[in-house]
């Protein structure tokens, strides 16, 4: 349990997906300031866009997710893609998790990082 993935874009957009226990409310933290509560649906997902209207700038930022009986942070750096020209997809591992940067229906290059699995009690 704990974050599973974070997803950002050049724009500043924000997408943190966690897997906490069924239905449970989830406290989202970047960098220390709360964003709105949120509660998993029914098989434990949870997920939160953020970077609207106030884009997440690029750095190192402190993610966290707690609630009952949880807890998990990672250090992201978000930092824009390079321009993908050896194929639709550049990986990389980062001290956060697997980094793989990737081309979008529309041309764009979005950015996941797949967190390393390490909850925090």
Do not use: C
């Not at 949120?38 to 997920?47: C, L, P």
């Amino acid at each position: 349990m704990g974050l599973s993935a974070i997803d950002f874009d050049r724009g500043g957009g924000l997408l943190v997906s966690a897997s906490v226990p069924p239905k449970a409310t989830v406290i989202l933290e970047i960098d220390g300031h709360q964003a709105p509560q949120g509660r998993a649906n029914d098989q434990g997902v949870y997920q939160a866009s953020l970077g609207s209207p106030t884009p997440i700038r690029s750095g190192a930022h402190l993610v966290r997710v707690s609630g009952d009986g949880f807890a998990d942070q990672t250090t992201v750096l978000v930092t824009p893609g390079a321009p993908l020209a050896q194929g639709p997809l550049r990986s990389q591992l980062t001290s956060a998790g697997l980094r793989v940067d990737w081309m979008t229906p529309g041309g764009g290059v979005q950015s996941t990082i797949l967190v390393h699995q390490g909850l925090v009690h």
